[in-house]
């Protein structure tokens, strides 16, 4: 290797252990007699080279190889166990030849966090194309300014359209860092409004009842949020029964219903419309509880009737955020988060 000169003087001999893959689900070893040359030009001593094994190591590139697919899968204390070889081991040479960098944005992007375990935040940030369902980066916190730093470094001119929940960092993000994009909020996001709304003002209620009506309320919460047209006779007069009890519960469960009626029946030409009719009918309980929600709807409206234009959710991202939970659940945690975003990226590309 140093001066291209053939030589066949053996300088000695070495014995060496090679880890290899299992064989027969038995850890395997191949015995090595490794002999060392001397050059007679240069003096120079040297190790003959072999396919399988890589310099300096002391497990085969087989044995690499299998590592590098079961990481996809399993945690790293997971690998090291079927491997044989040590936990430290296996994060190093994860850390070597897993690395992600991302140098593109979708036309429609899609945008989320999750809760993680990293020492960059308490929540990380996931954007993913909604349409050709690809992740294509984790961001180690959604703080406006990493965001802005993040997407500063990307080409942001394909982007057109942004997929959200009601952060409204995302929202400022949007408007000052890409070229007047559309909006849209995820359905789930402003549905759940309605679901918190309905549950302050039972909870509200419920406290004014009696020991026994309070123990048969149970029932309540389900019969609540299941569909009217859905109740028979029996739920139906359960529930007559709590109204008359508190005429509160029967206001929100009134509102309750226009929602779903303005959710179900509405589309992009009359969504407006029934939007309109539904703060109307929140005026008209006047419940404090939906107060609120109907200002968090004035807010993001254009955001919320987009949602009725387009066909796109954060239903995708969602899913890989759970993906993402389940391999942080898997590994007890992983507070590294680059090691974090390479083994969720990973496991998901």
Known sequence: PCCQKETSSVHDYRIQKIRDVKVFEKYCFLILRKRRYRCKSCGKRFYEPYSFLERYQRHTKRLLQALLVKVREYNFKQVAKETGLGHSTVIRLFDKYYSYDNKALPKVL?????????ETGKYQC???DPVNRRVYD???NRN??????YFRTLPREKIQMVVMDM???????????FDKPILVVDRFHYVRHNVWALERVRKRVQK???EKDRKSMKKLRYLLHKPHAHLNADEMEQLNYFFSLAPD???AYIVKETFHKWLKESDKTNAKRN?????????????EEYQYMKRTFKNWEKEILNSFLFPYTNGFIEGINHKIKVIKRMSYGIRNFKRLRNKALCSLI
């Open 126 to 128: 996931i954007i993913g």
């Open 208 to 210: 004014n009842f009696q």
């Open 110 to 118: 899609a945008i989320d966090e999750f809760k993680g375990t990293s």
């Open 138 to 140: 984790i961001i180690p």
């Open 249 to 251: 519960l029967k206001k």
């Open 167 to 177: 952060w409204q960092p995302y929202k400022t993000l949007a408007l000052k860092s």
């Open 144 to 149: 406006l300014s990493t965001l802005k730093e």
């Open 275 to 287: 939007l309109e009719h539904l703060y109307k009918v929140i005026e008209e309980s006047g419940l």
